[in-house]
C-alpha cells in the first residue's frame, strides 16, 4: 500500500497507472470486481477522493467523469519520497542510512539516475 493512500485509493491508482489511457468509474468497477465483490458507488466515492486529492484529474462525459491520473507512478512515488526525506530531521543521516540500506539492484539504478540527471554542481 502506498504511503497517504488507503488500501481501496492505492488499488485504484495502481489499475489507473498501469490502464494508461482514461477510465470510467465502470471501467475501474469491471476490472476489480473480477477479483473481488464491490459497489459502483465505493469506486465512485474513492475516485472523487482521488481527485479532491489531487491524484487524479477528470472530465464530464455525458452524465459521467472519465478520470486519468495527474502524474505518473514514478513522479508520485518521488513526491513521497521527498516528503519523507523533507520531514527528517536530519536530511543528510536520512540519505546516509537510505543508501546503506539500497540492493545492488537500487544502486545500479540509482548509478544510472545519476548518470541521466547528475546533481545540481557537481561534475559532468
Excluded: C
Excluded at 488507503?6 to 473480477?34: C, F, H, K, N, Y
Aim: proline share 5%; net charge neutral; glycine share 6%.
Amino acid at each position: 500500500m502506498m504511503r497517504g493512500l488507503g488500501e481501496l485509493e492505492s488499488t485504484i491508482m495502481e489499475r489507473m497507472w498501469a490502464r494508461r489511457q482514461p477510465a470510467s468509474v465502470r471501467d475501474v468497477l469491471e476490472e476489480l470486481q473480477q477479483e473481488r465483490t464491490i459497489a459502483y458507488t465505493t469506486v465512485m466515492t474513492v475516485m472523487d477522493k482521488l481527485h479532491t486529492k489531487g491524484l487524479l484529474k477528470r472530465e464530464p462525459v455525458r452524465r459521467a467523469y472519465i478520470y486519468e491520473p495527474v502524474a505518473s507512478k514514478e513522479a508520485y512515488t518521488a513526491d513521497l519520497m521527498r516528503a519523507a526525506l523533507a520531514g527528517s530531521g536530519n536530511q543528510a543521516a536520512t540519505l546516509v542510512h537510505f543508501l546503506e540500506r539500497l540492493t545492488p539492484e537500487e544502486a545500479t539504478a540509482l548509478e544510472a539516475a545519476l548518470q541521466v540527471f547528475p546533481p545540481k554542481g557537481g561534475q559532468t
